[in-house]
């Protein structure tokens, strides 16, 4: 450094640079920036870049030509829309807190910036081989239920608290005996009072075997886990030991650290990870400040986990269509190409994810997700099947039979003249997509 350089007082236009060229092993991350009133793009951006690496808020006598090379670029500004490049060297391998406190961290609070979302983020080559992706992906959970030609369907139970371990697994044999494949634990339901975490595994476990045998089907249930780390590992091994396949995690309210050593445990313990995303639209929600749910759902896809709630676009949940579909390309697809505003992304052998749809949804909305999402989703239907008039059995019947229909090409009223249970559920919800 030369005495020109100590004679300013910062350096952020440093980080600024149309003319880089991002290396293979560069981490590249989306921002949408809007500057604060006073401070140019360029100002706001060289912040953003420098902030996210290892600039501060004027220059350094401690900075050295070695140290420069870790400097991010900002190498691309197309109106509010910006690309920066990471050196692979700032982040620690297989460490995605660390990683996620560098390229997401001090920077949305910066008063250069009015409003900063981090869009999308393209993983590195090397950064993607040290993270395990999921165990089982697409393939494992299909393989599992025997099913390769259409969704795999699911339920939450209702109310999602409040009903006892028996009552808990009294409903679940019944949706899994009118033909539902998962009962799913909901974000909030762990151990509470009324609902102890053991005797609801033991007994739903129990219920389920019972449910297999009367129906030829496999079933599973997804058991959520969460809790502090050290007692949702040991809760995970309960699950196997209780004869389960699966845990549930909300893996924005236990953190990445917690999601990555729930899922070294479940590499050991062979179980798959159903994903919610309990929290998610505290900071996705708006559209100029915050991080993306295409962002969380590529960082959890890297972590690891085997199922992930994408939104429905038609169900009582505010997520546009366009997103939703995005979703389900991130975590699916194997090699994703770069359109507008979304980052190309090879994922060099890591497993798809299988979206799950949720929220808001009935029988009458089935074809439309179906023609939607294609087959490979999971369908999950909680008020949809337990505020069935008949009840729950019939509820899940008629999820299974609006399925069948859709995948038939037969229309929902035809298929329901010889089926009560769908006829019924049409009665009720007809084709209303909730508010």
């Given amino acids: 450094m030369n005495w020109s350089d100590n004679m300013k007082t910062e350096w952020y236009l440093d980080f600024v640079d149309p003319s880089y060229r991002p290396a293979r092993e560069d981490l590249i991350v989306l921002f949408r920036v809007e500057p604060a009133s006073g401070i140019s793009m360029r100002e706001a951006v060289g ?3 420098s902030e996210s690496s290892i600039g ?3 220059t350094l006598t401690t900075m050295t030509p070695e140290k420069r090379r870790l400097m991010a670029k900002a190498y691309e500004i197309k109106g509010r829309w910006v690309k920066v490049a990471y050196p692979l060297d700032l982040f620690e391998a297989g460490n995605m807190p660390q990683v996620l406190s560098s390229i997401a961290g001090n920077i949305f609070g910066m008063k250069a910036v009015k409003n900063l979302r981090f869009e999308d983020v393209r993983w590195s080559p090397k950064l993607i081989k040290s993270f395990r992706g999921p165990q089982f992906g697409i393939d494992g959970i299909r393989k599992l239920f025997g099913v390769r030609d259409r969704p795999l369907t699911a339920t939450v139970m209702k109310p999602k608290v409040g009903m006892s371990s028996e009552e808990h697994a009294r409903a ?14 909901d974000e909030n339901l762990a151990g ?11 007994r739903s476990l129990k219920l389920r075997d019972r449910a297999e045998r009367e129906t030829g089907k496999r079933k599973s249930y997804l058991i959520n886990v969460t809790a502090e780390t ?13 004869g389960g396949e699966y845990v549930m995690v909300d893996i924005l309210t236990v953190g990445w650290a917690g999601v990555q050593s729930l ?10 990870i159903h994903a919610h995303r309990a929290f998610h639209a505290a900071f996705t929600r708006k559209r100029e400040h915050g991080m993306s749910m295409l962002a969380v759902a590529k960082v959890a896809r890297l972590v690891g986990i085997d199922q992930l709630h994408i939104g429905t676009a038609i169900g009582k949940l505010e997520t546009p269509r366009e997103e939703v579909l995005a979703l389900q390309e991130a975590i699916t697809g194997r090699n994703i190409k770069g359109k507008k505003h979304i980052l190309a992304q090879g994922w060099d052998g890591i497993k798809p994810v299988f979206p799950v749809t949720s929220g808001g949804l009935h029988p009458g909305l089935i074809p439309e997700i179906i023609s939607m999402f294609g087959k490979d989703i999971v369908i999950q239907v909680g008020g949809g ?10 509820g899940a019947a008629a999820v299974r039979q609006a399925l069948d229909a859709a995948l038939k090409g037969v229309s929902l009223d035809e298929y329901a003249e010889t089926r009560k249970e ?3 559920a049409l009665e009720k919800w007809g084709y209303v997509k909730p508010k």
Avoid: S
């Fill in 47 to 49: 912040r953003v870049a």
């Fill in 56 to 58: 501060t808020w004027t």
């Fill in 172 to 185: 679940g044999y019944e949706a899994w005996v009118g033909g539902i494949e998962l009962l799913k634990d």
């Fill in 192 to 202: 509470q009072r009324f609902n102890q975490f053991e005797r609801r595994v033991t």
């Fill in 230 to 242: 050290r007692e949702m590992l040991r809760r995970a091994k309960f699950v196997k030991e209780q």
């Fill in 263 to 272: 899922r070294e445990e479940c590499e050991d313990l062979g179980l798959a």
């Fill in 385 to 394: 099947t337990w505020g069935h008039p008949l009840g729950g059995r019939a």
């Fill in 422 to 424: 769908l006829r019924v």
